[in-house]
């Protein structure tokens, strides 16, 4: 799950009316959306998962900057405020794209369209929100949002059709961001930690309970950093039951056993 930033958490407490923080950081206020005299809106000031009790909507925080045509985007803002730290991002492929980008759009369409749309049964909606999942109605394609490890979107991938790409689109692990323990929801490296082949199946086994991880770019891949493997005492790879698969698999069990050779990395069969 993303945590918010300061200038996020400002987003929610400029524009909610009358906006009340509890200690564990749940919020309650005036929903911006409709005339609220009876503060329908809540508000997790740690994750920025939202909701309107009246039926405005719900979602993540970039839904609601989007909601309220925020301008300049606060992902555009930040990397005009530290230069050097801009430099260094963009240097090495990562920027984030801003919240103006397409992708909110798709992202939106999904969340309001959940129960009209061909979504996986084994999907859950707050697995959807945390890995900032989206549809676009065009295509008939599911979006899939990569990340750094801060929770900034680096780039979105079409699951199939002509227009994979937008953005970053080197081999990378998803969801990244859940590996970083500053995050109110990060893998735990102590429990087993499932790596599978692609961002569907990624999402369906953490809808049902399971640390899941995928490869951006398919099988035949090892992103060039997998160092958030590096702790974790028990990986089971689990690819398509094919050739593409089952060589995959031996490639990406030897790069981890590279980093952690005290490890238990083992390779699923199919029955």
């Known amino acids: 799950m993303i945590r918010l930033k300061r200038r996020e958490r400002d987003l929610f407490i400029t524009h909610v009316g009358d906006l009340k923080i509890m200690p564990n950081n749940q919020a309650s206020g005036h929903?911006?959306?409709?005339?609220?005299?009876?503060?329908?809106f809540s508000v997790n000031l740690d994750t920025g998962l939202w909701k309107c009790h009246a039926g405005c909507g719900s979602g993540a925080a970039q839904h609601f900057a989007h909601r309220i045509k925020y301008e300049p985007t606060y992902y555009e803002k930040a990397t005009r405020k530290n230069s050097s730290e801009s430099q260094r991002v963009k240097k090495n492929n990562?920027?984030?794209l801003v919240l103006n980008d397409e992708a909110v759009k798709?992202?939106?369409y999904l969340e309001d369209n959940w129960q009209h749309l061909p979504v996986p049964r084994s999907w859950n909606i707050d697995w959807v929100i945390h890995?900032?999942?989206?549809?676009?109605?065009?295509?008939g394609q599911f979006i899939y949002s990569h990340t750094n490890k801060d929770g900034d979107i680096i780039n979105i991938h079409w699951h199939k059709g002509k227009s994979h790409w937008r953005g970053e689109g080197s081999s990378k692990l998803f969801p990244l961001h859940f590996f970083n323990p500053r995050m109110s929801f990060h893998f735990d490296p102590v429990?087993?930690?499932i790596i599978c082949e692609?961002?569907?199946d990624c999402i369906t086994l953490l809808s049902n309970g399971y640390q899941a991880v995928t490869n951006t770019t398919g099988a035949a891949n090892v992103p060039k950093d997998i160092n958030p493997l590096k702790d974790f005492i028990d990986v089971v790879i689990i690819y398509d039951n094919d050739d593409p698969g089952k060589q995959g698999a031996k490639k990406m069990a030897q790069a981890i056993k590279s980093i952690n050779p005290a490890g238990k990395v083992r390779i699923g069969e199919w029955k």
Do not use: A, I, R, V
């Open 198 to 200: 692609g961002e569907k």
């Open 191 to 193: 429990k087993k930690l």
């Open 94 to 96: 990562l920027t984030p």
């Open 106 to 108: 798709y992202l939106m």
């Open 131 to 139: 890995t900032c999942t989206g549809y676009d109605p065009k295509s």
């Open 31 to 40: 929903c911006p959306f409709h005339d609220d005299k009876n503060k329908s």
